[in-house]
């Protein structure tokens, strides 16, 4: 049984940094995507940041390039997420996901048919 588990989220002025972590338990394949999402009151969930396993290709975006950092420790099976320079519209929950295989380019860019997320952290940005 897969099982993510992300922390690290908080209260933060804007122009603050915060670091997400996301602990993966009962993952044993070699290739797959991982990634954080986003989701904000009233609006859908989006993609911030995915990055692959095998040669670590990364996507961010648009809204978050140059400011987060996506990462992962292959030996302590986490993924990160360093966030600088933090704004207001940063604020949501923010979810970890993985998938088998390379990311997809596209929506929803992890694999629907082997996905498994965790359960969330919740980042607030004050202005």
């Known amino acids: 049984q897969v099982q993510l588990v992300e922390s690290g989220g908080g209260s933060v002025q804007a122009g603050g940094s915060l670091r997400l972590s996301c602990a993966a338990y009962g993952y044993t394949y070699s290739s797959y995507c991982m990634g954080w999402f986003r989701q904000a009151p009233g609006k859908e969930r989006e993609a911030v940041a995915t990055?692959?396993?095998?040669?670590?290709?990364?996507y961010y975006a648009d809204s978050v390039k140059g400011r987060f950092t996506i990462s992962q420790d292959n030996r302590k099976n986490t993924l990160y997420l360093q966030m600088n320079s933090l704004k207001p519209e940063d604020t949501a929950m923010y979810y970890c996901a993985t998938s088998r295989g390379y990311c997809l380019s596209f929506p929803p860019f992890v694999r629907p048919e082997s996905s498994y997320w965790g359960q969330g952290t919740q980042v607030t940005v004050s202005s």
């Open positions: 990055i692959y396993s095998i040669d670590g290709r990364t």
